[in-house]
């Protein structure tokens, strides 16, 4: 069995008040519950903490000892629990994040100098991963997720929504025309997603009323890598608002069909695992990313 920090507590106290009595005055107790907590940790030890007489009471060298590094037991306690109290009161602590690159560069980074601004004693950790990570494999504590929730297991915070759009540079368009219905697209240089292929389900009905399903002729498995080659004038891209915004108001790129183009939209919404009571760095982060996204990214 091993020492609980209760009964070490009811030892010191025994120790400084100088006897049974006097200690069971101080902490509440009976003198015959102070006796039987230094019999069970004498026990534990296999050794005699105290001798005691009707007289006096006096510590043994092996309780000299234990006495010693109790009381820095003790101290390490408080300590420990002072600093959880503190971080319950101010957050601190290393905080892992993880989201696709294009959403980590265009909806987190901006927002990253007015976060760490307001919380100087968070550690920020971001990273990027394309497709979706075992949090617990990865030590994550918040991750990023676009599109539809298939993990169960996860508790999910809903950030927004960003709106779909079908979008080429200037520059493509004047070089190889404007497309005036999604059958035109057959005939342009379109960009796709490597996976998932719903991806390349695009938000156009064709005449048999199903969405467009195109057959990309350069495909990526980043919207950043999209975004980029689009920009480059290398073809059409269907992308979310969240990283094309502001290309779209500096008319870097420019939407293609948008009025054919129905509104569809992609939920945003941070995961995490939650087993007891949420770390207060977690829970201002979601608070404080969820007030700057809702609505930022839903567009016309």
């Known amino acids: 069995m091993k020492a609980q920090s209760e009964e070490l507590e009811i030892f ?11 200690a069971a005055d101080q902490l509440g107790l009976t003198p015959s ?19 005691r007489t009707t007289r006096r009471m006096e510590l043994t060298e092996e309780g000299r000892f234990v006495l010693s590094q109790t009381r820095d037991i003790l101290r390490r306690m408080e300590t420990l629990e002072e600093g959880l109290a503190l971080r319950r009161q101010r957050p601190a602590g290393r905080l892992r994040i993880n989201a696709a ?13 007015a976060f760490r601004a307001d919380y100087p004693y968070v550690q920020l950790e971001l990273n990027t991963d394309e497709l979706n990570i075992d949090l617990l494999q990865q030590r994550t504590d918040i991750a990023i997720r676009i599109g539809p929730l298939s993990d169960s297991t996860l508790h999910a915070r809903p950030l927004g929504r960003s709106r779909l759009a079908i979008m080429a540079s200037p520059g493509y368009v004047q070089l190889h025309g404007t497309p005036r219905c999604p059958e ?7 960009l796709g997603f490597t996976e998932p292929q719903s991806l390349n389900l695009w938000p ?12 990309p ?3 990526a498995s980043s919207g950043e890598t999209l975004r980029q080659l689009a920009l480059a004038g290398q073809g059409i891209a269907c992308l979310s608002a ?8 500096a008319g870097r790129l420019v939407r293609v069909l948008p009025e054919l183009t129905e509104a569809q939209y992609q939920p945003i919404q941070a995961v995490y695992y939650r087993n007891a009571e949420l770390a207060l760095r977690i829970r ?3 608070d404080f990313i969820q007030a700057r996204l809702q609505g930022a990214f839903e567009g016309d």
């Open 242 to 249: 969240f990283m094309t915004e502001a290309d779209l108001q």
């Open 204 to 215: 156009l009905r064709q005449a048999d009323g199903a969405l467009l399903a195109i057959a």
């Open 184 to 190: 035109d697209l057959l005939n342009h240089s379109l």
């Open 12 to 22: 010191v106290a025994v120790v400084d008040c100088g006897s049974i009595s006097a």
């Open 33 to 51: 519950a102070i006796s039987r907590s230094l019999a069970r940790l004498e026990r534990k030890f296999a050794t005699t903490l105290l001798n």
């Open 217 to 219: 002729s350069v495909s």
């Open 284 to 286: 201002c982060f979601l």
């Open 101 to 113: 690159t294009p959403f980590m560069l265009h909806a987190i980074l901006p927002h990253i100098d």
